[in-house]
């Protein structure tokens, strides 16, 4: 039962990651700058500071996209576990 709490918990992160990804974008490039600033690649300045500075979202459809898979994958992933854990308890053996 404690592995399925701790699936379930992992799928509700998930899936508030993907959701930020894919809706929140401007959320999901402050996390990906700050992991970038840990990285030692951090010190090259930016060449596409100046192209979103002109509204320019080119990642936009990128975004989108890896945020909705991150998203169904976790529903999967937690609905999957409950499913077998269900089956598993309720089985006559």
């Known amino acids: 039962m404690n592995g399925l709490l701790l699936i379930d918990a992992a ?3 998930f899936f508030l990651v993907g959701f930020h990804v894919a ?7 402050r996390w ?8 030692p690649a951090a010190n090259r300045s ?3 500071a100046a192209a979103r500075a002109q509204g320019d979202d080119e990642a936009a459809p990128v ?3 890896i945020g909705v898979m991150i ?3 976790s529903f999967t992933a937690a ?5 077998i854990a269900y089956y ?3 089985s006559p053996n």
């Open 11 to 13: 799928a509700v992160l």
């Open 88 to 90: 598993t308890a309720n």
């Open 23 to 29: 809706f929140r974008r401007e959320t999901a490039r």
């Open 71 to 73: 998203m169904a994958f």
């Open 63 to 65: 975004f989108l996209m």
């Open 79 to 83: 609905a999957f576990a409950n499913l």
């Open 46 to 48: 930016g060449e596409r």
């Open 32 to 39: 990906l700058a700050a992991i970038q600033a840990r990285t």
